[in-house]
């Protein structure tokens, strides 16, 4: 059965050539011209993953996008952005998007990521279906198993069934894609995850040196984290990678 899109852009040439793309790619592709049209489509015919413009008149897919998290609907999105600052992607993160892709963009990287939300969409005995397997042989001592699907790190700890998590008593806020890279963190905690690894398990593609989204969403999960007084938990191994630990 294809998978079914929902895209929202308003540039008319960009929303034919993205649907002919991904009709291509095998997907069952519903286009849309604005955020209205968007959610009305959402809310008749739920889709298994949107792809968002920001900028479009109206209703832009921020707005459409907090709309659906504050329902409840936990579809992934994907934002497509012309703005390219720090600032506007965690815009992005902040309405409840699980990634963006920015303009102008490679239809592949498109494809890349589509495949790899979707991936983390079905879940398989109640847990992510993009869990690491490989991950469980390399947790460190510091991680450890409070109860079964609960793991905990660092004053970290996470309901992976329940797709919670806390710092101490602080129940933690956190988009899908930011459970995940905390989890990958917590179940590795002590040991340096380079950022090949990190994009290979939490996105299933290595968007390469240049990419700076791994970047923005450790920043993102670290102002989460972060308590006044207390240690940092994520640490940047300049040139390598990340690690969790408490200092």
Known sequence: MPQNVLLAEDDRAI??????????EGYAVTAVADGVEALAQAHRTPPDVLVLDVMMPGIDGLQVCRVLRAEGDRTPILMLTALVETA?????LDAGADDYVVKPFDVEEVFARLRALLRRTG??????????AAASPSV?????KEAPGQISAAGLRMDIQA?????????LELTRTEFELLELLVRNAGIVLDHATIYDRIWGYDFGPGSKNLAVYVGYLRRKLDEPGAP??????????Y?????
């Not at 879940?123 to 690491?132: K, Q, S, Y």
């Not at 460190?140 to 450890?144: K, M």
């Not at 797709?163 to 129940?171: I, L, V, Y």
């Not at 938990?233 to 300049?238: G, K, S």
């Open 15 to 24: 929303r034919h050539a993205l649907e002919r793309a991904l009709t291509l």
């Open 88 to 92: 506007d992607r965690i815009a992005g």
């Open 123 to 132: 879940p398989v005995n109640g847990t992510p279906a993009d869990v690491p």
């Open 140 to 144: 460190s001592a510091s991680a450890s």
């Open 163 to 171: 797709r919670r998590a806390w710092r101490g008593q602080r129940e």
């Open 232 to 241: 940092a938990l994520i640490h940047t191994v300049r040139g390598v990678g």
């Open 243 to 247: 690690v969790l630990r408490e200092d």
